[in-house]
Structures are given as C-alpha cells and as structure tokens.
C-alpha cells in the first residue's frame, strides 16, 4: 500500500509539472487563443497585473471556498495541492519558454500544448486525490441540478471566457477548440494513464512479493 501511495503522489505531481507546462505552451502560442480559464487568467493579469499563475491561485482558492461553505466540507489535501501547485508551474514554464515571434511556431506551441494538457490531466485525475478547485465546483452544481457534466462545463467556461474577453484577454479558434474538444482527448489520454499506473503499481507489487519470498 505504501508503494501505491507513493506512485499514486507521483502521478499527480507529475500530472500537475506537465499540465503547467502545457499551459504555458498554449499562452505562448495564444495567437490562436487559449483556454477559457486561461482566458480570465490572463484578462485579469493583465488588468490588475501580477501573474497568470497568481491569478490562477487566487481564483482557485476563492472557487475551494465557495465550494467548502456549499458542501460543508473541508477541501481534500489534493485539491488545495492542485490550487496551489498549478499556478507556480504556470508561472514557471511562462518564464522559463522563450517568447516566439514566428507564427508557425505559436500555432505549433499551441497544438503541442493541447497534447500536453491532455496528458497532464490523465496523469494528475487518476491518482484520484480529488477534483481542482474549478472541477470541484462544477461537481457540485451537476449533484444539486441533475444537469449533464457537459452542459454544466461548457457553461461555466463560457462564462469565465466572457469575463476574461471583457478584461481583454486573448480569445480565439483555439479557445473554442479547447472548450469544446479537450474534453474528447483526455477521454482518450486518462484511460492509458490510469492503466500506466495501475501497471506501476502491480509490477511494484510483484516485485515486493518476489523480493519477500526470495528471502
């Protein structure tokens, strides 16, 4: 259980390093657009300043606190995590990705950082520690209407994308591609990361049975 465990905090802690990198790639190559939460993310950055990532947290935490006082209940360690962690990659990948002025190479950094999101959710989500802060929420409001996740979604990120447009933020093809379609990769990516993990962590398994019956 133990190497379970272990496997299970490295999956999502990697998940979270690779879906701040894959954010990071699609903001610099925001030609096409970004994600609706990023798009507020970056409406907001750029109104008030600070960082994207900053923002990222600030609005995580305020969604974990309208989400706890609805449910009543403390959020799990790995959404809090999640809240935080996640706009310190951002933010990181941001400054560490050099800033390109080729077109070619924004509309690829984009579409690689769809990739890489998808496969950064697949990872962090099957260590199963608990939804983010903006999942959380819209978990809630799918439990107390009945409505389907999807319309629950879609509405909350045409929502958030209207703000971060009104505050200036850089909405495109690509936003729309995002809010509509990233849904269809991470069916695809989650199933292989689940199955990564579980394969980790029975060949982990085997291995201590081995090791203990050899002694």
């Not at 610099?28 to 950055?45: A, R």
């Not at 400054?95 to 070619?104: L, Q």
């Not at 199955?195 to 081995?210: G, I």
């Amino acid at each position: 259980m133990k190497r379970e465990w272990i496997i299970r905090w490295c999956f999502f802690l990697i998940g979270l390093i690779v879906l701040g990198f894959g954010i990071a790639l699609t903001i610099k190559g925001k030609i096409l657009g970004i994600g609706p939460w990023d798009v507020f993310h970056y409406g907001l950055y750029l109104k008030f300043g600070l960082t994207i990532g900053t923002w990222s947290i600030i609005v995580g935490f305020f969604l974990l606190t309208i989400t706890s006082i609805l449910t009543k209940s403390f959020p799990k360690a790995g959404a809090f995590l999640n809240m935080l962690l996640l706009g310190l990659f951002i933010d990181f990948f941001d400054y560490v990705i050099p800033k390109p002025n080729e077109i070619i190479i924004q509309v690829f950094l984009f579409v690689l950082g769809i990739i890489v999101i998808g496969y950064g959710i697949g990872l962090y989500v099957s260590a199963n520690f608990g939804a983010g802060p903006r999942d959380g929420l819209m978990l809630y409001i799918v439990e107390k209407t009945g409505w389907s996740i999807t319309w629950v979604r879609n509405g909350i990120e045409l929502v958030v994308l209207i703000l971060g447009w009104a505050l200036g933020g850089p909405v495109g093809i690509g936003t729309i591609f995002i809010a509509f379609f990233l849904g269809r990769f991470i069916a695809f990516s989650l199933p292989q990361c689940k199955w990564l993990l579980q394969y980790l962590v029975r060949e982990r398994t085997n291995y201590a049975s081995h090791k203990r019956s050899a002694i």
